[in-house]
């Protein structure tokens, strides 16, 4: 079973922060844009497995304009 953690982690790095980056931008940008601390943003994309809290997902998802509940629903996809 895929820890629910690495997979939230997993999905944000690979389909939001790596396109932002691909673009040119900044890590520090995407974090001020999300919301985030640009640390949160290195703990999300760390191989080692962060707790991401409920509030930091909650900023996440606030700045793509996305719910909690369809955030769920892209990561099980």
Sequence with gaps: MTDINEKICSYITKKWLIPWLQ???S???FAKNHGVEESTI???KSEETYRIPVE????LCE???ISLSDFFKLINE
């Design 42 to 44: 290195r703990k999300i």
């Design 56 to 59: 930091t997902l909650f900023k």
């Design 27 to 29: 890590q520090n940008s």
């Design 23 to 25: 673009e040119g931008k």
């Design 63 to 65: 700045a793509r304009k």
